[in-house]
């Protein structure tokens, strides 16, 4: 099966990827290893992936913790209708966030902010005061906000969430399990714990770059599949490519047919809720 047309024919929404020009002063994530994503990844070089797995529109999300590249993405979803949100970057713990948020609130296309919480050296970063003031602040303006988190921080997660239980948050990658090694047990227990707070959704994506980049079957990313489902239910999970980071590993189509794949269990609306209707209705966007 290729891409997303898996289920009943909809609306298809890519709820995660990226768009960067490439400087490796701001790109120190991208390893030597990850030598193939050194270089631009622009709109025209997605546009004929999603063409060819039957995508309707995508949300771009931040790469780099700047205003500028959240401008800058912006501009990219004002130029290309497609590009229907932004999760960009806003220095959450700034006295200037109010004017960061007064001037991106204006953008209709802007729909939450992140921030790579996961390389930040205390595991404990999501409960300091600043930090809570700036995701107290998102709620004012109805924006959402996705958690970029290893295992270790989906309990300290679980800890911010019921501190705002009426924002919208949203876990990118599955919190990104060690899908490599097989480790199950103590994520599957704290992502369960974490999918009790009803105002958390998901994305099916990430997986590949957790995986044995070379040599990952589709049957390796069942398990976790399975948590993720059973876990937050078919109403609050939605897929996501995480492209270009994930060609490292896999084409875009073999990527999201991991997922589409496996949705084939599902029923034709189920199918319709985790490829669009999910993102659509969680992130604000058009349903049609």
């Keep these: 099966m290729n891409g997303f047309r898996a289920g009943a024919m909809c609306r298809r929404l890519?709820?995660?990827q990226h768009f960067w020009r490439y400087d490796p002063r701001h790109f120190g994530w991208v390893t030597a290893e990850m030598a193939a994503i050194r270089r631009d990844f622009l709109p025209g070089d997605l546009r004929p992936l999603l063409d060819a797995a039957g995508v309707d529109a995508t949300v771009a999300v931040q790469a780099r913790q700047s205003l500028e590249e959240t401008r800058w993405l912006l501009d990219l979803a004002r130029e290309h209708a497609w590009i229907e949100g932004v999760v960009g970057w806003v220095d959450l713990r700034s006295p200037g966030l109010p004017a960061q948020l007064e001037e991106f609130a204006r953008e209709a296309k802007?729909?939450?902010g992140r921030h790579v919480v996961h390389d930040e050296p205390d595991d404990t970063f999501m409960l300091r005061p600043d930090f809570m003031r700036g995701i107290a602040a998102l709620a004012e303006y109805g924006l959402a906000y996705d958690?970029?988190?290893?295992?270790r921080h989906l309990s300290v997660a679980a800890r911010l969430v019921d501190a705002f239980p009426e924002q919208v948050f949203v876990l990118d990658h599955l919190a990104k399990p060690r899908i490599a090694t097989g480790e199950l047990?103590?994520?599957a227990r704290d992502l369960r714990e974490l999918a009790r707070r009803p105002r958390v959704s998901c994305k099916l994506s990430g997986m590949v770059t957790e995986a044995n980049w070379s040599g990952w079957r589709a049957e390796d990313f069942v398990p976790y599949l399975d948590v993720a489902l059973e876990a937050f239910g078919a109403e609050r999970v939605m897929i996501g490519s995480d492209w270009p980071v994930c060609t490292v590993a896999g084409t875009y189509g073999e990527v999201t047919a991991i997922v589409t794949d496996y949705l084939?269990?599902?029923s034709a609306d189920e199918q319709e809720a985790v490829c669009g209707g999910n993102c659509a209705r969680i992130y604000g966007l058009p349903f049609v």
């Design 14 to 16: 890519d709820s995660h």
């Design 110 to 112: 802007f729909v939450g």
């Design 147 to 151: 958690l970029l988190l290893f295992p």
């Design 185 to 187: 047990e103590s994520w």
């Design 264 to 266: 084939a269990r599902l």
